[in-house]
């Protein structure tokens, strides 16, 4: 590994790669702080599944490790259009098994998570693991879309800084291309997946005003009549791309939000909805 920047609070980073089935090098950045290393959270970046890298998300990343005190590994999978499903999931499955490597005692966790279009890739990865005997602590999933035919009422509700219906629509179909098999359709999202049970403990955050709220309580509420532990944070100061922001001032509210997720175990994140936008 190359190692990289120490910048913030004491986090280091180093570059890496992983090899996938089809031999593709997937690049990998690890970030990590001082403190002794007992959970590791593989990250998914957003940008609609088309867009987005390992330097776009680095800062956020670092950020993230910092409070959260544990080990970050972010993933470069490969985008669409020219990789369509399941590429990119894939890719983020692989380097979930070489981060599993890492864990060699057993008091430690593994978890996945992903922002946006990474959120989809995460929650994918968490079904694909339940199937396959692959545990995972936990994922954590920031307004991720979940239905390629958007057909949800907040997909038709245009608001300011927000990505419209059409959009996500187009960049499903980007995505997911041409026809797939069965097996590879049922990994394009776990919304509305029969048998929910058994999938790992689940904490999601969306905006209020996020096209993408509506399917996020579905998904919530199937996971927990699945018996699954899942939160939902539902917050009007948070949009969509969020995860990004850094102001320098004060955490990052997503950042912190995974934080305090991750330290607890789920166990006290409660759900919380300000309903002031409720009929908006």
């Known amino acids: 590994m190359n190692t990289g920047s120490t910048?913030?609070?004491?986090?280091?980073?180093?570059?890496?790669?992983?090899?996938?089935?089809?031999?593709?090098r997937i690049p990998l950045r690890i970030y990590e702080t001082e403190t002794a290393v007992r959970k590791t959270l593989v990250w998914a970046h957003g940008g609609s599944w088309i867009r987005g890298s390992l330097n776009d998300w680095h800062a956020a990343c670092l950020s993230v490790a910092a409070l959260c005190g544990m080990r970050v590994v972010s993933v470069g999978y490969r985008l669409a259009p020219e990789w369509t499903h399941p590429t990119a999931l894939h890719d983020l499955l692989a380097a979930l098994d070489w981060a599993s490597s890492l864990l060699?005692?057993?008091?430690?966790?593994?978890f996945v998570g992903g922002d946006s279009a990474g959120?989809?890739?995460?929650?994918?990865?968490?079904?694909?693991?339940?199937d396959h005997g692959k545990p995972l602590a936990g994922q954590?999933?920031?307004?991720?879309?979940?239905?390629?035919?958007?057909?949800?009422?907040?997909?038709?509700?245009l608001r300011p800084g927000f990505?419209?219906?059409?959009?996500?629509q187009q960049s499903w179909a980007l995505y997911r291309g041409a026809?797939?098999?069965?097996?590879?359709?049922?990994?394009?999202t776990p919304l509305n997946v029969a048998d929910l049970s058994g999938v790992c403990a689940t904490a999601i955050l969306t905006g209020s005003l996020d096209p993408v709220a509506d399917d996020v309580r579905i998904y919530a509420g199937?996971?927990?009549?699945?018996?699954?532990?899942?939160?939902?944070?539902i917050d009007p100061t948070v949009g969509h791309g969020d995860f990004l922001a850094l102001s320098g001032m004060r955490p990052n509210p997503v950042h912190a939000w995974i934080a305090?997720?991750?330290?607890?175990?789920?166990?006290s994140t409660k759900d919380t909805e300000n309903r002031r936008h409720q009929n908006e």
């Open 119 to 130: 959120g989809t890739l995460a929650a994918s990865a968490s079904l694909w693991c339940r």
């Open 140 to 157: 954590v999933l920031a307004y991720p879309p979940l239905d390629p035919d958007c057909r949800a009422p907040s997909y038709f509700k």
């Open 104 to 110: 060699d005692d057993p008091g430690t966790q593994l």
């Open 222 to 233: 199937e996971l927990r009549r699945a018996g699954v532990h899942a939160t939902l944070r």
């Open 179 to 188: 026809a797939k098999l069965p097996d590879e359709e049922r990994y394009l």
């Open 163 to 168: 990505p419209d219906r059409v959009q996500l």
């Open 260 to 267: 305090s997720t991750l330290k607890t175990g789920f166990d």
């Open 7 to 24: 910048t913030m609070r004491n986090v280091r980073w180093a570059k890496s790669s992983v090899m996938a089935d089809d031999g593709h």
